[in-house]
């Protein structure tokens, strides 16, 4: 079977792939390769993907229409779609927001009208983010919430993925699962992230700035735990009930929120090193406490995380001296 994966070069795109050849499926793999973050990054990544025969890689902007369909047709064997190319970043929406909407809201419209099209497609599967939960302080989040008062322009766009992607079902029974991902971190991981700037700056002796004087708490989600969950999801189709869409949204998380202070500990401890602490206040966009309710998707995939943070976090350490020292 074909797979189409956006944003292949990606974080969780580039691991994603990974784990589809290594189910024996056939990969189509696209990404911009934009410079939000260090491109030779991105491209390391993608090297790996491409010593696999069975990984095809396209360069494509999803947002050009005209350029991501010329190419995808030429592939018609694509059963399922992995969406989660998209420009990331909650701080980076507040000085760019124009990258958001092309991004987030034309790029997805323009997958989701691929999709539409698409004969035999049997399944989309598309990322949102627990940013879409805003300042809401009934914990843990559950995707019951109401979630219509963002605190971000990116978290604005996610939100507003799901919801096109519920109309997209509705109307053309289009089978989707949106997932949103609780704060991911691990191996191949994003520069922009606390996890991957902590780690650097540590190493250097530079300061590290906590916000919101540090109290801040975090449901993080090791890479392998989201793989898993986005696997045991593809394969599961969602199929239309009784005046309901084949539509589904969940939550995929670690089921714990962790301190933002026991989380900087823990890269102390497995670098032998004290981090210099610089305490600011809370920034705009940002949330105090995120804590993902996963009842959900246990009940209906099986689905457990399995990699606590002190565990998940010295993974990620490892690689990031065995990179760097590259």
Same mark, same amino acid.
């Given at each position: 079977?074909?797979?189409?994966?956006?944003?292949?070069?990606?974080?969780?795109?580039?691991?994603?792939?990974?784990?589809?050849?290594?189910?024996?499926?056939?990969?189509?793999?696209?990404?911009?390769?934009?410079?939000?973050?260090?491109?030779?990054?991105?491209?390391?990544?993608?090297?790996?993907?491409?010593?696999?025969?069975?990984?095809?890689?396209?360069?494509?902007?999803?947002?050009?229409?005209?350029?991501?369909?010329?190419?995808?047709?030429?592939?018609?064997?694509?059963?399922?779609?992995?969406?989660?190319?998209?420009?990331?970043?909650?701080?980076?929406?507040?000085?760019?927001?124009?990258?958001?909407?092309?991004?987030?809201?034309?790029?997805?419209?323009?997958?989701?009208?691929?999709?539409?099209?698409?004969?035999?497609?049997?399944?989309?599967?598309?990322?949102?983010?627990?940013?879409?939960?805003?300042?809401?302080?009934?914990?843990?989040?559950?995707?019951?919430?109401?979630?219509?008062?963002?605190?971000?322009?990116?978290?604005?766009?996610?939100?507003?993925?799901?919801?096109?992607?519920?109309?997209?079902?509705?109307?053309?029974?289009?089978?989707?699962?949106?997932?949103? +991902? +609780?704060?991911?971190?691990?191996?191949?991981?994003?520069?922009?992230?606390?996890?991957?700037?902590?780690?650097?700056?540590?190493?250097?002796?530079?300061?590290?700035?906590?916000?919101?004087?540090?109290?801040?708490?975090?449901?993080?989600?090791?890479?392998?735990?989201?793989?898993?969950?986005?696997?045991?999801?593809?394969?599961?189709?969602?199929?239309?009930?009784?005046?309901?869409?084949?539509?589904?949204?969940?939550?995929?998380?670690?089921?714990?929120?962790?301190?933002?202070?026991?989380?900087?500990?823990?890269?102390?401890?497995?670098?032998?090193?004290?981090?210099?602490?610089?305490?600011?206040?809370?920034?705009?966009g940002d949330v105090k406490e995120t804590y993902a309710d996963i009842d959900p998707i246990r009940r209906d995939m099986g689905y457990e995380p399995a990699t606590a943070l002190d565990e998940g976090l010295p993974k990620f350490v490892k690689?990031?001296?065995?990179?760097?020292?590259?």
């Amino acid at each position: 079977m074909t797979v189409l994966v956006t944003g292949a070069a990606g974080f969780i795109g580039m691991h994603v792939s990974q784990a589809l050849l290594a189910a024996g499926e056939t990969v189509i793999g696209i990404d911009n390769l934009n410079s939000y973050y260090d491109v030779t990054l991105k491209e390391a990544r993608l090297a790996i993907l491409e010593a696999d025969e069975r990984f095809r890689f396209l360069k494509i902007d999803i947002a050009d229409r005209d350029d991501l369909v010329a190419a995808l047709n030429k592939i018609p064997d694509i059963k399922k779609v992995v969406h989660l190319a998209a420009q990331a970043g909650v701080r980076y929406s507040i000085t760019h927001p124009f990258n958001y909407t092309e991004a987030n809201v034309t790029g997805f419209l323009t997958i989701l009208e691929y999709c539409r099209h698409l004969k035999g497609l049997e399944h989309l599967v598309f990322a949102s983010s627990s940013s879409v939960y805003g300042q809401n302080t009934d914990l843990p989040y559950s995707t019951d919430q109401v979630t219509d008062r963002p605190v971000s322009l990116y978290a604005a766009t996610k939100k507003a993925n799901e919801l096109m992607a519920y109309s997209y079902a509705h109307l053309y029974g289009l089978p989707t699962t949106g997932l949103r +991902f +609780f704060t991911v971190y691990g191996p191949w991981g994003r520069p922009d992230m606390a996890y991957w700037s902590f780690t650097e700056k540590i190493l250097k002796g530079e300061a590290i700035q906590l916000f919101n004087q540090g109290d801040m708490k975090r449901d993080f989600t090791y890479i392998d735990d989201i793989v898993g969950g986005v696997m045991v999801v593809l394969a599961k189709p969602p199929a239309a009930g009784a005046g309901e869409a084949p539509y589904r949204l969940y939550n995929l998380g670690n089921n714990r929120a962790e301190s933002l202070l026991d989380f900087v500990a823990i890269l102390e401890k497995t670098l032998g090193k004290m981090a210099v602490r610089e305490m600011q206040s809370m920034q705009a966009g940002d949330v105090k406490e995120t804590y993902a309710d996963i009842d959900p998707i246990r009940r209906d995939m099986g689905y457990e995380p399995a990699t606590a943070l002190d565990e998940g976090l010295p993974k990620f350490v490892k690689w990031y001296k065995e990179y760097i020292k590259d």
